[in-house]
C-alpha cells in the first residue's frame, strides 16, 4: 500500500528554518500532485502549500508566502517544506498529502497521506 512518511520536523525558535521531507513509497509519485498542511490544537486542518506533478507550478496559504517553499525530487520521490523565519504560530502537526492530478488547496480532496510530524516554534 502507498506509504508516505514525513520526517525534519522539531522544536525551534522564532526565526529559526527546518526543512520537512515526506518520502513516498508504492506510489507512482511522478504522476501526482503533492501537498502539505498542518493541524493545531483544536484548529481544523490547514493547507499550507502544494506543488504539481511536475513541480510546474505552486500553491501557498497566504500566511507562509514568503517563507516557505516546497519542492520535490521525483528521482527520490520526496516532496520537501523548507520552512524559514519560522513563528511561534506555524507550530502544528504537519502533514504530506498526494493527490492525481493538479495541486489543490482543499484537504478532501488529496487521497493519500502520511502521519505527520510535530513542528514547535517558541517565542
Known amino acids: 500500500q502507498v506509504q508516505l512518511v514525513e520526517s525534519g520536523g522539531g522544536l525551534v525558535q522564532a526565526g529559526d528554518s527546518l526543512r520537512l521531507s515526506c518520502a513516498a513509497s508504492?506510489?507512482?509519485?511522478?504522476?501526482?500532485?503533492m501537498g502539505w498542511f498542518r493541524q493545531a490544537p483544536g484548529k481544523e486542518r490547514e493547507f499550507v502549500a502544494a506543488?504539481?506533478?511536475?513541480?510546474?507550478?505552486?500553491l501557498y496559504v497566504d500566511s507562509v508566502k514568503g517563507r516557505f517553499a516546497i519542492s520535490r525530487d521525483n528521482a527520490k520521490n520526496t516532496v520537501y517544506l523548507q520552512m524559514n523565519t519560522l513563528k511561534p504560530e506555524d507550530t502544528a502537526v504537519y502533514y504530506c498529502?498526494?493527490?492525481?492530478?493538479?495541486?489543490?488547496?482543499?484537504?478532501?480532496?488529496?487521497?493519500?497521506w502520511g502521519q505527520g510530524t510535530q513542528v514547535t516554534v517558541s517565542s
Open positions: 498529502a498526494a493527490k492525481f492530478g493538479g495541486p489543490v488547496a482543499g484537504y478532501t480532496l488529496y487521497h493519500y
Open positions: 508504492r506510489l507512482s509519485f511522478s504522476n501526482y500532485a
Open positions: 506543488i504539481s506533478s511536475s513541480a510546474g507550478g505552486t
